[in-house]
């Protein structure tokens, strides 16, 4: 089993739609959950983060994390042009002195006008 | 400030040539990474670095080296191409903690023939 699962996608939605991303992950050590969001042509930035379980807001965004199930999610809300892009979910995990991170295969989302 | 710029942006080799990439970062970070994203395999690490003129190999570092003399700069060369190394290869630096997110260049598009 792979250590972080991502669903490739494509995904294609219209604007204005509610656009939920998903990663599983394998390793219960991981503790820090991460979203990159990748244009075409462009680097991987940082979109959210998050420590814990539970959810967390900015702006039209929410990240989740589902610990006891391995599980986290990004929501977008009201989806704009814009947001078409590559979404990668990225977990660290520190281990006996040492760290790791593990980035998930990304989902390549497009929002159509 | 830059932030992480990479060059060249594209570069074609036949197989066999030589070249060096090169990844520059203006934010004083220790720790400096160079990954591969092909299409389905996700970003791969290939060769990281925790300080000036420290290296070590990540998950993919066959047929690639580094160097990193100076802490702002990191070099992936490779001294045989090979049709295999195409693919678009990332530069990312950190703070090197677990809980610190990475900064990416926005990439070289490689082409070995």
């Known amino acids: 089993q792979k250590e972080v699962e991502q669903d490739p996608g494509p995904l294609s939605v219209p604007e204005g739609a509610i656009v939920s991303l998903n990663c599983t992950y394998s390793?219960?050590?991981?503790?820090?959950f991460m979203w990159y969001r990748q244009y075409s042509r462009k680097g991987p930035e940082l979109l959210m983060y998050t420590y814990s379980s539970g959810n967390k807001e900015d702006g039209r965004f929410t990240a989740q994390v589902d610990k006891s199930s391995k599980y986290i999610s990004l929501f977008i809300r009201d989806s704009q042009p814009s947001d078409s892009a590559t979404y990668l979910c990225?977990?660290?995990?520190?281990?006996?002195?040492?760290?790791?991170?593990?980035f998930g295969k990304g989902t390549k989302l497009t929002v159509n006008p | 400030n830059a932030g992480v710029t990479q060059t060249p942006k594209f570069r074609v080799l036949k197989t066999g040539q030589s070249m060096t990439l090169l990844c520059a970062q203006d934010m004083n970070h220790e720790y400096m990474y160079w990954y591969r994203q092909d299409p389905g395999m996700g970003l791969r690490l290939i060769h990281y670095s925790v300080g000036e003129g420290t290296t070590a190999k990540g998950e993919v570092p066959d047929g690639y080296n580094v160097s990193r003399l100076k802490k702002q700069n990191f070099l992936l060369g490779l001294e045989s191409a090979a049709p295999s190394q195409t693919s678009v290869y990332f530069c990312?630096?950190?703070?090197?903690?677990?809980?610190?997110?990475?900064?990416f260049g926005n990439g070289t598009r490689l082409t070995v023939t």
């Open positions: 990312a630096s950190g703070r090197g903690s677990y809980n610190s997110p990475l900064h």
């Open positions: 390793n219960s050590a991981f503790q820090y």
């Open positions: 990225a977990m660290t995990s520190r281990e006996g002195g040492s760290e790791k991170l593990v």
